[in-house]
Every structure is written in structure tokens, then in C-alpha cells.
């Protein structure tokens, strides 16, 4: 009887009190998010460097800044033209790339003229942005740091990680979405 007196009142008092949840064994304090932050800034800080240093020396060209973080200037230029490209017209267009240095990375013929819809399919940031400044039958070159262009990772192929490239582009055609 007193076992079973005892057993009752344990389990009154255990039932009684708050379950107090573990502490986890591991803390994170966000430190290596932040070093990749103050890396990433200093690599975008560098590349920026590096092409304004490209700008200032080419006196043959007038640059314009995108607004989207990079520079380009027109080679061909067609202001009686005011049709760009919008959300869902399909385009033609030729471009290359080229290495800050005038190197060729992948030349026009190698990389043939693309069809792409605007903001519909995949396309590096600076080319999906910079299509969208061109008119039908202009060309314009494009100066684009490395996380508007191939990134942390490059192409797996030609372009090295952290690279920035500047492309000559040409917009062939624009096709206006008839879709509602």
C-alpha cells in the first residue's frame, strides 16, 4: 500500500512540472554568411575598379551606366527606331563574349544567333537587361561584372569563376507577343 502511495504521488508531481526543452548543442552565429558577404563585396568592388579603369581609358567610346550595374555604348544606333523589346516578344539577336582584356571567349559564330523571350526563359542578368535597351538592328557592347554575367561558378567551360566579360551584341529582330 505505501508503494502504491508513493508511486501515486510521484506521478501527480512529475506531471506537475514543465517540460523544459534541450539547448542545442551547436550554435550558429551567421559568421561564415558573413565573411562570404565582406568576400563577395570585395570581389564586386575589384571587378568595378577594373572596369571603370577599361572606361577611362577608351577615349573612342561614350559609355552609358544601366542603371542595372553595368556599362555599355552603341556601336550601331537607330533613332528613328522606337520599338525595344518587351516582356514576352521574342528576339533574335547575335552576340559574343570576350575576355576584359579583348580576348575571345566564344565568338558570334560559335555561339550563333539565339531566339530568346524576353524575361520568359533563362539568360544571364546583364544580356536579359541589356537586350532590353537595344532597338531593331542596333548593336551595342556590354561591360558586365561577374555576378551579372557567369557568377561565383563561370560556365563550366571557357569562363573562370568570378569573371567579368563584355559582350557585343547585336538585337536582329523583335517578334511582339500577340498572346492577351
Known sequence: MRFQLFFLLSLMFMGCQKTVPRKPIIVKSGTQIKRSIAINQQIKALEERQILELIKKDTLHQYLNSGNGFWYFYTKKDSSNNKTPKKGDLVNFSYNLKMLDGRTIYSKATLKDKNYRIDKEELIFGLREGLKLLREKES?????????AYGFYGDLEKIGRNTPIISEVTLNSIRENNEN
Open 140 to 148: 551595342a557592347t556590354f561591360i558586365f561584372p561577374s555576378h551579372l
